[in-house]
Nanobody
């Protein structure tokens, strides 16, 4: 069983930056694809980014490409989401997820964190 805990959310002005962290328990963290998803009020959960087990391969939603960076530190069982040039439309609850298949759909991920809220004001 993998347990995930997100942190780093908060309120930020448009154009600002936040760095989200997701701490994972378990000794098999390095074998999982890790993803970030977000869910804005009244909207469906959407894919943000994912990273393969080694960290060598990443993918991003078009809406965040060039602004967000996903990374991982397997020695610390942690995945990060660096968010720059934040926009009001980035406001959402952000969720960390772990799975065995890299994908853009939530059903590709077996384990989920509790979420951390990001609010971007205009």
């Amino acid at each position: 069983q993998v347990q995930l805990v997100e942190s780093g959310g908060g309120l930020v002005q448009a154009g600002g930056s936040l760095r989200l962290s997701c701490a994972a328990s378990g000794r098999i963290f390095s074998s999982y694809v890790m993803g970030w998803f977000r869910q804005a009020p009244g909207k469906e959960r959407e894919f943000v980014a994912h990273i393969n087990p080694s960290g060598a391969s990443t993918a991003y939603a078009d809406s965040v490409k060039g602004r967000f960076t996903i990374s991982r530190d397997n020695a610390k069982n942690t995945v990060f989401l660096q968010m720059n040039s934040l926009k009001p439309e980035d406001t959402a609850d952000y969720y960390c997820a772990a799975g065995v298949i890299a994908g853009t759909r939530s059903e590709h991920y077996r384990y989920w964190g509790q979420g951390t809220q990001v609010t971007v004001s205009s």
